[in-house]
């Protein structure tokens, strides 16, 4: 049963940083590309960022801006989400998602295993 677990989320100021992890298992995990969702309240889950199977391609919203590094260790099965300049309206539930592509998605459609989310919350 694939499991995926986020971690590092939490309360921090405007202007500060984070860094989510997503550790996972059982699944192939070099063989998924990986990506962050993100869902304020009221509001519809939204793709972050992604990474493809190689990591050697990666993509991000635009509201990212460069704020946001995505990044993989197939060797610990883990993606990361480093998160800097962080903005009040970056407050929401991060989750890392598995795709059942190789390359990355921006659908949530597109990926077929989910973590439980992580809070994130950005003060003024």
């Known amino acids: 049963q694939a499991q995926l677990v986020e971690s590092g989320g939490g309360l921090v100021q405007a202007g500060g940083s984070l860094r989510l992890s997503c550790a996972a298992s059982?699944?192939?995990?070099?063989?998924?590309?990986m990506g962050w969702f993100r869902q304020a309240p009221g509001k519809e889950r939204e793709f972050v960022a992604a990474?493809?199977?190689?990591?050697?391609?990666?993509h991000y919203a635009d509201f990212v801006e460069g704020r946001f590094t995505i990044s993989r260790d197939d060797a610990k099965n883990t993606v990361s989400l480093q998160m800097n300049s962080l903005k009040p309206e970056d407050t929401a539930v991060y989750y890392c998602?598995?795709?059942?592509?190789?390359?990355?998605?921006?659908?949530?459609?597109?990926?077929?295993?989910w973590g439980q989310g992580t809070q994130v919350t950005v003060s003024t």
């Open positions: 059982g699944l192939t995990f070099s063989s998924y590309a």
């Open positions: 990474i493809n199977w190689t990591a050697l391609s990666t």
């Open positions: 998602a598995a795709s059942g592509y190789l390359s990355f998605r921006r659908s949530a459609g597109d990926y077929i295993y």
